[in-house]
């Protein structure tokens, strides 16, 4: 377990380090045709985005919501966590 965390955050770092901090690494070619998708991959992904949300709305009683078998699983000492659903909405 060691060694898998060690692996992940060695990625993780090199990761952030290629995408925020290091400069291009692509040729000036390659950098001048970049461009933002066709309309045939933005469609797709907006379905699946749309399909997320509502998902995630419906289902969110099952994970998180009160009586819920997840609040079970994680013990009795975790239940003052269902307090936080019972606040104002204007508080929040």
């Known amino acids: 377990m060691s060694i898998s965390a060690g692996m992940t955050a060695f990625y993780s770092m090199r990761l952030i380090y290629g995408t925020f901090i290091s400069g291009a690494?692509?040729?000036r070619g390659v950098i001048s045709h970049a461009h933002e998708?066709?309309?045939a991959m933005s469609i797709p992904l907006i379905?699946?985005?749309i399909a997320s949300i509502y998902i995630g709305y419906?289902?969110?009683d099952v994970m998180i919501?009160?009586?819920s078998p997840y609040l079970e699983f994680v013990g009795k000492e975790q239940h003052h966590s269902m307090e936080s659903e019972f606040?104002?909405?204007v508080v929040k």
């Open 65 to 67: 919501g009160v009586g």
């Open 58 to 60: 419906v289902m969110k």
């Open 37 to 39: 998708p066709k309309m």
């Open 25 to 27: 690494q692509g040729t």
């Open 47 to 49: 379905i699946l985005m």
């Open 87 to 89: 606040i104002p909405t």
